[in-house]
């Protein structure tokens, strides 16, 4: 009884001091945690994926799920760094192509390869890589279909890479493949038919953006969609307005001087006017007038999206 008693307390002074360690590893990573950040960040990953799964034993789900949120982790740091360094809030995973995202890859690799049935990651990555290395994207989603062969989805994903990359002739095919499986909705034929016949254009873009923003959980994801949808009405909106500039310069011989010139043929047009007739973007903010009345172009108030 006194042996079993001492392993008793042996094991309970073990937990202690284990905790105490923990707490104190804690502070003192918290204090050197703002000077290190950044550097932090970009630290090299010296874990492959194989190894990871190697070493995470019974236990793939859970550490799949933590290189899953350090890959958020990842990204969300560099976009706060990102708004540190500027004068004006930035526009969310927008930002993307202007921030260094390496290690992001390897992280979601390993995310998915310790849990080749965990789509998130998958989803993440078509949205997130094709800003910097659309490369990635396919390597990491045709590594999901080979796991996932019957998911729909990962068919889509692919299809929305190959559709950033302008390649609509095989973004059709990846999306007819899809469409083919068990589950997949109507639409998916239908977007690789108009991926043939129109690729490039605004309304295929914009159905690509509506679906991917029906198929997603992730805020982020659906706030790019949301902006992305904004860029595209801004695009027709301006080409609307530039038309109206246009005809007023022919009839008059000369630019606008104010938006209230040509306010009857934009309201005619649908646009909507604020109480100076300036026609409104998307996100709620007047067009600006260029080139002396002659051209139109986003404020630099807008949150619409340039690109």
Request: glycine share 8%; charged share 25%.
């Given at each position: 009884?006194?042996s079993?008693?001492?392993?008793?307390i042996?094991?309970?002074?073990i937990?202690?001091?284990g905790l105490?360690?923990?707490?104190?590893?804690?502070?003192?990573?918290?204090?050197?945690?703002?000077?290190?950040?950044?550097?932090?960040?970009?630290?090299?990953?010296?874990?492959s994926?194989?190894?990871?799964?190697?070493?995470?034993?019974a236990?793939?789900?859970?550490?799949s799920?933590?290189?899953?949120?350090?890959?958020?982790q990842?990204?969300?740091?560099?976009i706060?760094?990102?708004?540190?360094?500027?004068?004006?809030?930035?526009?969310?995973?927008?930002?993307l192509?202007?921030?260094?995202?390496?290690?992001?890859?390897?992280?979601?690799?390993?995310?998915?390869?310790?849990?080749?049935?965990?789509?998130a990651?998958y989803?993440?990555?078509?949205?997130?890589?094709?800003?910097?290395?659309?490369?990635?994207?396919?390597?990491?989603?045709?590594?999901?279909?080979?796991?996932?062969?019957?998911?729909w989805?990962?068919?889509?994903?692919?299809?929305?890479?190959?559709w950033?990359?302008?390649d609509?002739?095989?973004?059709?095919?990846?999306?007819?493949?899809?469409?083919?499986?068990?589950?997949?909705?109507?639409?998916?034929?239908?977007?690789?038919?108009?991926?043939?016949?129109?690729?490039?254009?605004?309304g295929?873009?914009?159905e690509?953006?509506?679906?991917?923003?029906?198929?997603?959980?992730?805020?982020?994801?659906?706030?790019m969609?949301?902006?992305?949808?904004?860029?595209?009405?801004?695009?027709d909106?301006?080409?609307?307005?530039?038309?109206?500039?246009?005809?007023?310069?022919?009839?008059?011989?000369?630019?606008?001087?104010?938006?209230?010139?040509?306010?009857?043929?934009?309201?005619?047009?649908?646009?909507r006017l604020?109480?100076t007739g300036?026609?409104?973007?998307?996100?709620?903010?007047?067009?600006?007038l260029?080139?002396?009345?002659?051209?139109v172009?986003?404020?630099?108030?807008?949150l619409v999206p340039?690109?």
């Amino acid at each position: 009884m006194k042996s079993f008693q001492r392993t008793e307390i042996l094991q309970v002074l073990i937990v202690v001091i284990g905790l105490a360690a923990a707490v104190m590893l804690t502070r003192v990573s918290d204090a050197r945690r703002a000077g290190v950040q950044r550097q932090f960040g970009d630290e090299p990953l010296y874990v492959s994926a194989t190894t990871a799964k190697r070493l995470s034993l019974a236990f793939n789900g859970l550490a799949s799920d933590f290189y899953w949120m350090r890959s958020l982790q990842y990204v969300g740091g560099k976009i706060v760094a990102y708004e540190d360094s500027q004068a004006a809030p930035s526009l969310g995973l927008d930002i993307l192509a202007e921030l260094d995202l390496r290690l992001l890859p390897q992280l979601l690799h390993i995310s998915t390869t310790l849990d080749p049935q965990f789509m998130a990651p998958y989803q993440y990555g078509a949205v997130v890589l094709p800003a910097f290395n659309s490369d990635d994207a396919i390597e990491l989603l045709d590594q999901g279909i080979a796991a996932n062969p019957s998911a729909w989805r990962l068919y889509q994903h692919l299809g929305y890479v190959y559709w950033r990359r302008n390649d609509y002739h095989k973004a059709s095919e990846v999306y007819a493949t899809g469409a083919r499986l068990k589950g997949a909705p109507e639409w998916m034929m239908a977007i690789s038919a108009r991926m043939k016949a129109e690729g490039g254009s605004r309304g295929a873009a914009r159905e690509m953006y509506v679906h991917l923003g029906e198929g997603s959980n992730d805020e982020a994801v659906k706030d790019m969609v949301t902006r992305q949808i904004m860029r595209l009405d801004s695009l027709d909106d301006r080409e609307l307005i530039g038309r109206e500039l246009s005809n007023y310069k022919a009839a008059s011989g000369r630019c606008v001087q104010s938006w209230r010139e040509v306010a009857v043929a934009l309201r005619a047009g649908k646009l909507r006017l604020d109480s100076t007739g300036a026609p409104l973007d998307p996100s709620g903010t007047p067009y600006r007038l260029t080139q002396n009345g002659c051209e139109v172009e986003l404020d630099d108030r807008s949150l619409v999206p340039k690109r």
